[in-house]
T-cell receptor, first 115, second 112 residues
Framework: NAGVMQNPRHLVRRRGQEARLRCSPMKGHSHVYWYRQLPEEGLKFMVYLQKENIIDESGMPKERFSAEFPKEGPSILRIQQVVRGDSAAYFC?????????????FGNGTRLTVT | KQEVTQIPAALSVPEGENLVLNCSFTDSAIYNLQWFRQDPGKGLTSLLLIQSSQREQTSGRLNASLDKSSGRSTLYIAASQPGDSATYLCAVRPDTGNQFYFGTGTSLTVIP
């Protein structure tokens, strides 16, 4: 049973470009969370999605950031017109339905560097 | 807003020692609490999940306790090994809302 898969592992973008981060949850998991980890800081919640629905995006910056979790395929975190401050590790986590009782499972993250 | 604090920020112990990592949270209205380890450049590995109705959970050499009313959890590691070296994070899920709140972690080094 494969774990949470994130790709790419490392992504380098120039300022102004777009970054697309992908997350395939564990088999049977329909809940996806995105977190951002800045150096020397804890993980900060960005968005929580279920299939085809954004449930909570209270941690997502209002501009340039968007997320989706389509019926088919991985969840995508999209950052438009990246700036240096977007450089961070972005982690995806998933959980099954009835997610309150189950642990979160994390992927290995995508490390975004904006030059 | 829930705030999660982990003390100490870093800990170095000789191999074989038993140790305790601490996690405190400001709002006791939690649904569950989860302990993770994170190795450098890697993701988070789930260690233990404690539901709010539970007092402790055990897995091998690890034991996590929860005192919800005082806003504290501890992770006890018995007979530490060099392979235990990692950053340990605790995360709290509140009764309401969808996000987990993370502490900044304790960086553990076990010296052979």
């Amino acid at each position: 049973n494969a774990g949470v898969m994130q790709n790419p592992r490392h992504l380098v973008r120039r300022r102004g470009q777009e970054a697309r981060l992908r997350c395939s949850p564990m088999k049977g998991h329909s809940h996806v969370y995105w977190y951002r980890q800045l150096p020397e800081e804890g993980l900060k919640f960005m968005v929580y999605l279920q299939k085809e629905n954004i449930i909570d995006e209270s941690g997502m910056p209002k501009e340039r950031f968007s997320a989706e979790f389509p019926k088919e395929g991985p969840s995508i975190l999209r950052i438009q017109q990246v700036v240096r401050g977007d450089s961070a590790a972005y982690f995806c986590a998933s959980s099954p339905p009835g997610q309150g009782q189950s642990p979160l499972h994390f992927g290995n993250g995508t490390r975004l560097t904006v030059t | 807003k829930q705030e999660v604090t982990q003390i100490p920020a870093a800990l170095s112990v000789p191999e074989g020692e038993n140790l305790v990592l601490n996690c405190s949270f400001t709002d006791s209205a939690i649904y569950n609490l989860q302990w993770f380890r994170q190795d450098p450049g890697k993701g988070l590995t789930s260690l233990l999940l404690i539901q709010s109705s539970q007092r402790e959970q055990t897995s091998g050499r690890l034991n996590a306790s929860l005192d919800k009313s005082s806003g504290r959890s501890t992770l006890y590691i018995a007979a530490s090994q060099p392979g235990d070296s990692a950053t340990y994070l605790c995360a709290v899920r509140p009764d309401t809302g969808n996000q987990f709140y993370f502490g900044t972690g304790t960086s553990l080094t076990v010296i052979p």
